[in-house]
Each structure stands twice: as C-alpha cells, then as structure tokens.
C-alpha cells in the first residue's frame, strides 16, 4: 500500500517588513493570512504610539503580548466553571428522566 502523502504549499508573508516563506497546508492559507493582517496592524498601531522611542522589534514583542494576552483572555471566557458543569449535567438528568417517563 502507497504512503499517502500530506499536500503543503509554500507561502510568504510578510510580517513587520520581513519576508518569511512558510510551507502549510493549503486549507490553513486564510488564517494565516489573516494572522499576518492582525500582526502587521498591531505592529503598525504600537509605531505609531511609540514613534522613534521604540524599535521595530520592541513594536513586534508589544504586539506579541497584546495578541496573546487577547488569547488568554478568550479562552478564559470560554471555559467552563465547575459549577457549570454540574449545572448542565443536573439539567441533562432531570432531562432523561423526563424523557424516559415519556416513552
């Protein structure tokens, strides 16, 4: 049997000025290259706050932060509490009963 190959494709993005070329799977093209826009915004508004008094890489290590501290963030509200979860498994139960009374 054929070992079935993984199909990539070669991109670059530009991200601060810089070239970087990528090999990435062909479905995953648009997220990063809406990752590179955010990047690149991001750095752009922290030159802009910063002028001369920051380098370019001081502007990339700011971005950096605030993008992941945005990641954090999400993910935090995302998640589940305990009691929550007790609350929709409690819920699931008087459910099933319900339903197995119907039957």
Request: glycine share 2%; charged share 30%.
């Amino acid at each position: 049997m054929a070992k079935q190959e993984k199909t990539t494709q070669k991109i670059h993005l530009r991200l601060a000025g810089k070239a970087y070329g990528l090999e990435i799977a062909p479905e995953k093209e648009e997220i990063y290259r809406m990752a590179e826009r955010e990047v690149n915004a991001s750095v752009s508004k922290w030159q802009k706050a910063f002028g001369e008094n920051f380098s370019i890489q001081d502007c990339l290590a700011i971005a950096a932060l605030q993008l992941c501290i945005n990641n954090i963030s999400i993910a935090r509200q995302s998640e589940m509490s305990d009691e929550d979860t007790q609350a929709l498994d409690a819920l699931s139960q008087r459910l099933d009963k319900h339903l197995n009374r119907l039957k």
